[in-house]
């Protein structure tokens, strides 16, 4: 079973904004980083936004200044503002497989099949 289930995706329109939040489905991530990548089927991922345990955020500099990474009673958050027509993508949670830095695992999200991962929630921002 896919331990970590996400939601909040849907329609936007250009400039709008969206928060995905993730939740632990019986599993329980101590001491590890969590984040949120995206990834179009057929393409490679882009690791967006990573918290650790010390709650020390990482931001890609693809996004940053538009979207942020929180965290607050075992849900995890991405808060996604001033949304834009390549935003369009489907959104996944993700959790480390070990104890790593926010910025550690920032980059190995953009590695394929790294850490766990849920079943994505798709982002749809239209003109």
């Known amino acids: 079973a896919i331990p970590l289930v996400e939601s909040g995706g849907g329609t936007v329109q250009a400039g709008g904004s969206l928060k995905l939040s993730c939740v632990s489905s019986g599993y329980t991530y101590n001491g590890v980083a969590m984040g949120w990548f995206r990834q179009a089927d057929g393409k490679g991922r882009e690791g967006l936004a990573a918290i650790d345990f010390y709650g020390s955020t990482s931001v890609a500099d693809s996004v940053k200044g538009r979207f942020a990474i929180s965290r607050e009673n075992n849900i995890l958050y991405l808060q996604m503002n001033n949304l834009k027509l390549e935003d369009s993508n489907m959104y996944y949670c993700?959790?480390?497989?070990?104890?790593?830095?926010?910025?550690?695992?920032?980059?190995?999200?953009?590695?394929?099949?790294?850490?766990?991962w849920g079943q994505g929630t798709q982002v749809i921002v239209s003109s």
């Open positions: 993700a959790a480390s497989p070990f104890r790593q830095t926010a910025i550690q695992f920032l980059e190995d999200m953009n590695l394929p099949d790294f850490g766990h």
